[in-house]
Structure formats: structure tokens, C-alpha cells
């Protein structure tokens, strides 16, 4: 099952617990994760947006989550490494397209979301530009 979340953190430190949380995954799984993804260089996609991953295998859910903070914006992948949700997949490459980092910079709360998710679903023939 694929969930987008909307969540506000105060700093970047505050996303593992977040992330175990929302996906009922262990802590120490998705540190290792996200530490291990750090440590391949950057995860900036945009001045103001990072696209922190988590990826293990055999997740039960799957999915985005839109991360407001005061300094720095987080898009966060949480996706199986052995079966990727093509869904999440398709989705994410829409919204790193010019107007769908436009779009999720809009999102200011969960029903944003679930409204550009939906868009994102429904139109197939998105323009990437």
C-alpha cells in the first residue's frame, strides 16, 4: 500500500524517527538507510528541496512524504529496494519535473497533497517541463 504524507519538522534530525514512524519500519533501519544514500553525495534536487531515500527491502508500504521545515524542504522516498511501487516511481518523476517542484512547493498541508497525488494519478500525460 502506497501513503503520501504531509509533516513539518523543526530540522532534518528529526526525520528517521518520522519516517520508522509513518511507515512502521525499525529506527535503526532507516538511519542506515538514509546514511548509507548520504554517503553516495548529495541529495539536493533544489535550493530549497532535498530528496532524502529510504530504501530496504520487503517494505509493506511504500510512498513520499512532503517534509516543511524552516530552513530546508524534504521530499522523501520510502521505497522497497527489490520491488519499487511503480506508482511512487511515477509519481516522483513528475513531481522533479520544473512544474512539479513548483506544485509540491505549494503543498501546505495533507489535503494539498492528497489533491496534487491524485493529479499526479490521473493525468497520465503530465507535462514535464
Known amino acids: 500500500m502506497d501513503k503520501y504524507e504531509y509533516r513539518t519538522v523543526r530540522n532534518r534530525a528529526e526525520l528517521p524517527a518520522m519516517i520508522a514512524q509513518i511507515y512502521n519500519l525499525k ?10 544514500r548520504d554517503a553516495l553525495g548529495s ?5 530549497d528541496i ?10 509493506t508500504n511504500q510512498g513520499l512524504i512532503w517534509v516543511r521545515s524552516e530552513k530546508l524542504n524534504y521530499l522523501v522516498m520510502v521505497i522497497d529496494s527489490n520491488k ?13 519535473s520544473k512544474n512539479g517542484l513548483n506544485d509540491i512547493r505549494s503543498v501546505q498541508s495533507q489535503s494539498d497533497l492528497d489533491k ?6 490521473s493525468n497520465g500525460n503530465r507535462k514535464n517541463n
Open 27 to 36: 529506527l535503526l533501519d532507516v538511519q542506515k538507510s538514509l546514511n548509507e
Open 43 to 47: 541529495v539536493r534536487i533544489a535550493e
Open 50 to 59: 532535498d530528496l532524502p531515500h529510504v530504501e530496504l527491502p520487503e517494505i
Open 84 to 96: 519499487p511501487s511503480r506508482e511512487v516511481v511515477d509519481r516522483l518523476k513528475k513531481i522533479l
Open 116 to 121: 496534487l497525488m491524485m493529479e499526479l494519478k
